[in-house]
């Protein structure tokens, strides 16, 4: 029998790909904090003018995007500076991230080969130039799909139904509605794209140099998986655009193995060849997993850039109010949860306006 055991000295690397920034956090076997490093979005990368991480669409009413690219240069520097640190790569033995949830990614025809045979002399922003259908990421700030929101939950029979089938009403922020919205109004650039992302299977997919599975609790955010069965719902996909599901690939429970690190990080940082890469998911999600929440009727409260408050059950009960998605740790379980979007940044504005008062 093959020994699974792991050195003693292993370690293991997480990211956050959020809003504003890129985390990534360096354990120890016993969960001592090795190293951590942050790249902000808008100061250390303001050539691609964010503010808050995103971009403000100034003619398209409640359009708010992010830069693809931008992204694929926070993690070459992200990387960068864990190796001006010293960081033994070779020691890690697992890698995964959390992130923002309902952005989404699109990639051009063809990317997989870029995908595939990444360059480690170069960095990965520069081979990443042409590969996006799309290169402003839709993200969950946005609400201009309003119509497409209406169309779909009409086409399978009204908002509670859709709940019903895939844990939520139809929301603007969901990928669903993004997709059907780009296929209304740009088919050409639909078309154009081999393979939808997540942000969350985005940022795996560059660490494996391969399309990443979309996991099934991240894919819950979307308006496009039958939350019952864990697949994608038919009903749903054709309520939303033609061709969706080979666009979308497979998915996969959040907890599974991704694949291996690609070879251009075993080359470029000296990662061990067989470092694993662990699906990565949804930051509230993440965070259920990460706060250990087991006990029927505890409720965790984040308080971040969206509020949110989370929690489990066993009974996924249809509402047009709130969410559920499959619980990241527990197949028999769901994963119950409240957004308000008008999180820290009202609270900050507030205090910036209280503070120049006085």
């Not at 296929?183 to 942000?199: A, K």
């Not at 399309?211 to 697949?231: F, P, S, V, W």
């Amino acid at each position: 029998m093959e020994d699974c055991s792991l050195p003693q000295d292993s370690l293991f690397l997480g990211f956050d790909c959020s809003t504003q920034s890129l985390k990534a956090t360096v354990l120890d076997a016993y969960l001592n904090i090795i190293i951590s490093e942050l790249v902000n979005y808008d100061s250390e990368l303001p050539h691609y003018n964010t503010k808050g991480g995103v971009f403000r669409d100034q003619i398209v009413n409640g359009r708010i995007v992010s830069p693809t690219l931008m992204w694929v240069e926070a993690l070459d520097l992200i990387l960068h500076r864990l190796e001006m640190s010293n960081l033994n790569f070779g020691k890690i033995a697992a890698v995964s991230g959390s992130a923002q949830q309902h952005g989404s990614v699109y990639w051009k025809n063809g990317s997989f080969e870029i995908l595939s045979s990444l360059d480690p002399k170069k960095p990965l922003v520069d081979q990443f130039l042409d590969a996006f259908s799309i290169e402003k990421s839709p993200i969950w700030m946005d609400c201009s799909t309003t119509e497409q929101c209406k169309a779909i939950e009409i086409a399978v029979g009204g908002g509670l139904e859709l709940a019903k089938l895939t844990g939520s009403r139809a929301h603007e922020r969901y990928v669903g509605p993004q997709i059907r919205k780009i296929f209304e109004t740009r088919p050409e650039i639909y078309q154009n794209t081999e393979r939808v992302s997540l942000v969350s299977s985005f940022m795996a997919s560059l660490l494996i140099g391969g399309y990443a599975c979309i996991d099934q609790t991240d894919g819950a955010g979307m308006n496009l998986m039958d939350i019952e069965h864990r697949t994608w719902s038919k009903i749903a996909l054709e309520a939303t655009a033609p061709g969706l599901e080979e666009k979308l690939g497979k998915l996969a429970p959040a907890y599974a193995v991704a694949g291996s690190i690609a070879s251009y990080y075993v080359e470029r940082y000296h990662f061990n060849k067989k470092c694993v890469v662990v699906q990565w998911s949804g930051d509230n999600p993440n965070s259920l997993a990460g706060l250990n929440l087991n006990i029927y009727g505890d409720l965790a409260i984040s308080l971040g850039t969206s509020d949110t408050v989370f929690g489990i059950t066993t009974d996924h009960k249809p509402s047009l109010d709130g969410h559920v998605f499959p619980n990241p740790v527990d197949t028999k379980s769901f994963m119950v949860m409240l957004v308000y979007k008008n999180g820290s940044l009202t609270r900050e504005g507030t205090l910036l306006v209280s503070d120049f008062q006085t």
